[in-house]
């Protein structure tokens, strides 16, 4: 008997124990690799150090700051003060997003007259269709163009998806708010700004982060705290079963022997694909709902060069509109981002293609994404030959969760089962967010919910 078991040892499932473990609550959580971090895996290799998963996260919340102090044990890694501009590619030319608004006026990115329309957003009046997509957001409050040239890359670098699809009040909630709450974004961003807020507040910078030596560090720092022996690796096939007052969980160990567990409450943190699986009991009609999430394929590259000779690396990196017509959907300046991630005068960048507008590109094969990349990547980094030093591909064939028009029914169908199944509780990011941020803060909205 267990009071709780978690179902992941990813971010989310590690720092949701990491917080059960604070609180003195008897927990086991069940992984089905051998190793703990679930996407997230940095590795060091020629000089290089570069992430398999996520790159980097973002100080977006309190509960970020209170996970650092608490751990103690690593070093988190802001990004680099002098390259915090973002690139976007128009007609093969890399210019800088704008940071301000005296630069969008200025910029080349947008028309005459949506720069007109951004001086006025802050008079038009607020959206009145709760699930709006963010394509008809934006083009009602700042024009096509910076929906071509702004938020479409930025979706494609965060979702890789497409923002005609995506429903803003999901997927770009505090974005949504500005209009709701204030009734406009620039105006909404300036009221936010003069808010008064803790000292606590005023410390989340929303920089962007990562660890010394890689995000695994973190991995292993939360890991230290959780406890290896409170961790079960190597189980398949796992179910929960409501049995009475209580649950029964069932799975196959590492070496095929059939595990019972009792526990009063379950904690799952996996995809939602692989719901209908683990909770074998929810009617097909209603866990339909949750696992029609669809999470868009994505490929990554990874490139390292021991001396770079191409454009100055002097911004977090590029992003690629759909408008453009290229493959790839942007490139991270890792080595301008984070320090001794490539040798010294060397480079390293990671790559992305595919997503939900370009999902074929994940079906070709190594020699054909070489000729892409090669092709593409000389041609907007500015370098004459292409011979990289390190050359990765890491596949992903569901990368990345989408909040499109049925979420809402997938979160009305969670929040069922929860109240129909006391003690049953439903993480992971089939909601509240995907940055690492989001899952942080879940973490220990799930403890909490527990605790309490």
Known sequence: MKDVVVIGAGITGLTTAFHLKKAGVDFTILEKSDRVGGVINSVTEQGFTYEEGPNSGVVANVEVLRLFEALGTCDIEVANENVKKRYILKSGVWEALPSSLKAAITTPLFTLKDKFRILGEPFRKAGTIPNESLAGLVKRRMGQSFLDYAIDPFILGVYAGDPNRLITRFALPKLYNLEQKYGSFIGGSIRKKLEKKSDEEQRVSRSVFSVKGGLIKLIEAITDQVGNENITFGVSKITVNPVGDHYEVNYLDKDGATVSLETK??????????????????????????????????????????????????????????????????????????????????????IFLGGVRKPELCDLSTDELKVIIKREFC??????????????????????????????????????????????????????GIGMADRIMQAKALAKAVIN
Not at 384 to 402: G, H, N, T, V, W
Request: cysteine-free; proline content about 5%; hydrophobic content about 45%.
């Open 265 to 350: 409450k379950v904690i799952t943190t996996v995809g939602a694909y692989h719901l209908d699986k683990v909770l074998p009991f929810v009617e097909k009609e209603t866990i339909a709902k949750v696992t029609a999430l669809y999470y868009a394929p994505t490929i990554e590259i990874i490139l390292g060069f021991n001396k770079w000779e191409g454009m100055v690396l002097d911004a977090f990196g590029g992003l690629i509109p759909f408008k453009e017509d290229r493959a790839l959907l942007g490139v991270l300046f890792l080595s301008a981002l984070f320090k001794d991630r490539a040798p010294e005068g060397g480079a390293l960048f990671s």
């Open 379 to 432: 041609h907007i980094m500015r370098t004459k030959s292409f011979e990289p030093d390190l050359f990765k591909i890491i596949r992903y064939e569901a990368a990345i969760p989408q909040y499109e028009a049925d979420t809402e029914f997938r979160l009305k169908a969670v929040a069922d089962l929860q109240q129909r199944y006391p003690g049953l509780i439903i993480g992971g990011n089939l909601k509240d």
